[in-house]
């Protein structure tokens, strides 16, 4: 990574998330707030300093699948926070409006600190290289020319994510175990229609992206990473015996168009 990560994350910093609002899969169960809550929300606002959420400079948005199961996708918006040159910390929320559901969590590492993870480690994380030379990682809101520098330096990462709380299987609380996901790595395993609802919602163009993006360098991925593609298949079981995508979960869910861009086996593989 030769040019500065920091540099990007600058342009970033500095733009709103631009593009249109994705809503948040489910509805959380509860009551109304209080007007002693939100006058307490008030007060904390004001006098509480939140200096690791005020470090969240970049927003990024593209797609996970469960691993192990690559035809339950859904769309990720990842608010980041770049620590230095070589490791970024992401939330990841099922949409980008105030009331989104905090689906899980991604840590972002340099090709350089990944060659020297031990190779059991290495089965957790997944590459970039699809995700930015397909143009399905966008960066909304911000110039094409601090979105390209940026994924200049992004198809050289890998990151590490797990999901807690599976709104995209309309799981109205963090119900059942954490689960590892992983990212796409080549053309044909997104769905093209939770692709094209996303790329529509928020005024953004993979395709576009594709044909911009042809000058990045295609680096080498280590082999160690996306180990789903050579049958080494880590995830999670459910103490009841079922995954956080079991077929019951997936029958259950009402029949919604594009809510938050997700596929329940509609992929075309």
Known sequence: MHRSILSAAAALALTACGGGNTESSVQAPGADETAKTKALETGAAVLQDRPPIEAINAYLDGFHFYNGKMDVQMEAHHYCSILNEDVIQCTIYDGNVKDAKLMGVEYIISE????????????????????????????????????????????????????????????????????????????????????????ARLGVSSDDKRKRRADIATPTIDPGADAWQKGTVIQIEDASGAQAYDTESRVRRPSRPDVNAKSNGSSSQ
Do not use: C, N
């Open 112 to 199: 350089t600190l990944f060659a020297g993870l031990p190779e059991q480690e290495k089965a957790l994380w997944h590459s970039h290289v699809q995700e930015v030379k397909s143009g399905q990682l966008t960066a909304p809101g911000i110039p094409e020319v601090a979105e390209h520098e940026l994924m200049e330096k992004l198809v050289r990462t890998y990151g590490k994510t797990w999901h807690t709380w599976h709104t995209d299987l309309d799981k109205d609380l963090p119900r059942g175990m954490p689960q590892l996901m992983m990212g796409f790595t080549a053309d044909g395993q997104a769905d093209s229609a939770m692709v094209a609802a996303r790329d």
